[in-house]
T-cell receptor, first 114, second 111 residues
Framework: SAVISQKPSRDICQRGTSLTIQCQVD?????MFWYRQQPGQSLTLIAT?????????ESGFVIDKFPISRPNLTFSTLTVSNMSPEDSSIYLC???????????FGDGTRLSIL | LAKTTQPISMDSYEGQEVNITCSHN???????ITWYQQFPSQGPRFIIQ???TKVTNEVASLFIPADRKSSTLSLPRVSLSDTAVYYC????????????FGSGTRLLVRP
């Protein structure tokens, strides 16, 4: 399965700032996803990012708060904008090769906002 | 309403078989059911995926009844290293298509 690397693995940020999280895959993939996992909770899909098109956001998530880029088939970024303590969470990217196989996940970015 | 339901936690002992069930009443017709294992500070790791009946791989089995409204992950002869949180992932057709993770089952395996 694909190897997914996320950077940074963790960060502590001041409120009002923005942070961009990178997701790099070792093979070309059709679909990339961004999730949020709050401490002790399950995963919630933020958006789906396909190369060459705008990201598709789930209810409750907007592009101004979570802009996403997908410049090629191996890379995506998620920016958490104008952060507040409520944004403290783990952000994970996952990939799917588009053939109906399962998603595979990176180890996430643990974000704390002071 | 798209929703999955899993037991919050389960306890077991080494060497026992563990069965974790996920209910998903409104699963999308053509969607697969996928199960993941997650350890602290790691991303979810794929265990098994199925559409109907039974699927088996080297680590688990997945049982899906004909109505596909639930699925059961079976872990044979668990060990201490199987202590983790287990999630089902299911697609639903509501007003639009949604992928939803279950709430997770925290499995504790005791010696």
């Amino acid at each position: 399965s694909a190897v997914i690397s996320q950077k940074p693995s963790r960060d502590i940020c001041q409120r009002g700032t923005s942070l961009t999280i990178q997701c790099q895959v070792d093979s070309q993939v059709t679909m990339m996803f961004w999730y949020r996992q709050q401490p002790g909770q399950s995963l919630t899909l933020i958006a789906t990012a396909n190369q060459g098109s705008e990201a598709t956001y789930e209810s409750g998530f907007v592009i101004d708060k979570f802009p996403i880029s997908r410049p090629n088939l191996t890379f995506s970024t998620l920016t958490v904008s104008n952060m507040s303590p409520e944004d403290s969470s783990i952000y994970l990217c996952s990939v799917e090769d588009g053939t109906g196989g399962p998603q595979h996940f990176g180890d996430g970015t643990r974000l704390s906002i002071l | 309403l798209a929703k999955t339901t899993q037991p919050i936690s389960m306890d077991s002992y080494e060497g026992q078989e563990v069965n974790i069930t996920c209910s998903h009443n409104n699963i999308a017709t053509n969607d697969y059911i996928t199960w993941y294992q997650q350890f602290p500070s790691q991303g979810p790791r794929f265990i098994i995926q199925g559409y109907k009946t039974k699927v088996t791989n080297e680590v688990a089995s997945l049982f899906i009844p004909a109505d596909r409204k639930s699925s059961t992950l079976s872990l044979p002869r668990v060990s201490l290293s199987d202590t983790a949180v287990y999630y089902c992932l299911v697609g639903f057709m509501d007003s639009s298509y949604k992928l939803i993770f279950g709430s997770g089952t925290r499995l504790l395996v005791r010696p």
